[in-house]
């Protein structure tokens, strides 16, 4: 049983569209963050959220956590070829928040020029 | 700065082999985790420490044994490699408490076939 749930589990858009996806889950996180990951290397984290409600801007995406802090979203405006890559949510669990972090499945984005 | 160091990148084995997957950072981290990556299932937890000296086990520990010796260092262990051991696997590290200003640093994996 996945903790968190990803979806959807792969998009392909062409350049210019918007896109979103989701992460949610039936357990509460004290925090949230977002990874981007390209073949042959690790995972580099985007953002991290904190505060139920919370809403965060990185150039083209926008990242927002539930009220309940139990799912999050990323949105993607005017997609480009260089956003390609596997988008991973993971959650922390637990006021201690020894790093102990649970992934979801994952979204592979492939965006076409 | 080099950050989380993973060695080997590739990795071949016959089934019941041993083989210590090599991970070292040099950011001073606290915190080291392993994960293993197969597709459709995200990363799941492994293995991770808080400190020299101190282990835990993950979500999928079975097969696999860690140590954390110096602060620098954390070596995964397989003691007989199994076909279902085949994956990608990233070692990880952070500061102890997860916040906004402390990522988790990933390796850039090592890729196991077990066959």
């Known amino acids: 049983t996945q903790l968190l749930e990803q979806s959807p589990q792969f998009l392909s858009i062409q350049e210019g569209e918007n896109l979103t996806v989701y992460c949610n889950s039936s357990s509460v996180f004290s925090s949230l963050q977002w990874y981007r990951q390209e073949p042959g290397e690790g995972p580099v984290l985007l953002v991290t959220v904190v505060t139920g409600g919370e809403v965060k801007k990185l150039k083209r995406l926008t990242f927002q956590f539930g009220d309940a802090r139990k799912d999050s979203s990323l949105h993607i405006t005017a997609a480009q070829p260089g956003d390609t890559g596997l988008y991973l949510c993971a959650g922390a669990r637990g006021s201690s928040n020894t790093g102990k972090l649970i992934f979801g499945q994952g979204t592979t984005l492939q965006v076409k020029p | 700065n080099a950050g989380v160091t993973q060695t080997p990148k590739f990795q071949v084995l016959k089934t019941g082999q041993s083989m210590t997957l090599q991970c070292a950072q040099d950011m001073n981290h606290e915190y080291m985790s392993w994960y293993r990556q197969d597709p459709g299932m995200g990363l799941r937890l492994i293995h991770y420490?808080?400190?020299?000296?101190?282990?835990d086990q993950g979500e999928v520990p079975n097969g696999y044994n860690v140590s954390r010796s110096t602060t620098e260092d954390f070596p995964l262990r397989l003691l007989s490699a199994a076909p279902s051991q085949t994956s990608v696997y990233f070692c990880a590290s952070s500061t102890y408490r997860v916040t906004r200003n402390s990522p988790l640093h990933f390796g850039n994996g090592t890729r196991l076939t077990v066959t």
């Open positions: 420490s808080v400190g020299a000296g101190i282990t």
